[in-house]
């Protein structure tokens, strides 16, 4: 069974940071890239990040956010640092066979971890 659970979210004050996590099962991780999006109440879920050997982000992060992995943990990161509570939102982990990570090439997605930035 195919299985990501992120991990890491929380209440932060603006300014800070926080770190997610997500972890993989079931899957050859390091086939795959791995991504981030983002849904903030009342939007659409977003790109938000994404990792195989390259990494790609979504303009309003780049610079504040970074994605890394382990392939031997089969684990994917995001450190968010700079957090604004634009940046408030449900984030999910994702899965994909596409450098180009979107809603629509998402193999698996994970449960989703709230992010909550105060002003």
């Known amino acids: 069974q195919v299985q990501l659970v992120e991990s890491g979210g929380g209440l932060v004050q603006a300014g800070g940071s926080l770190r997610l996590s997500c972890a993989a099962s079931g899957l050859a991780f390091s086939n795959y890239v791995m991504g981030w999006f983002r849904q903030a109440p009342g939007k659409e879920r977003e790109f938000v990040a994404a990792m195989k050997r390259l990494t790609s982000y979504a303009g309003d992060v780049k610079g504040r956010f970074t994605i890394s992995r382990d392939n031997a943990k089969n684990t994917v990161f995001l450190q968010m640092n700079s957090l604004t509570p634009e940046d408030t939102a449900v984030y999910y982990c994702?899965?994909?066979?596409?450098?180009?990570?979107?809603?629509?090439?998402?193999?698996?997605w994970g449960q989703g971890t709230q992010v909550t930035v105060s002003a």
């Open positions: 994702a899965a994909g066979f596409s450098a180009t990570l979107n809603l629509m090439n998402v193999y698996v």
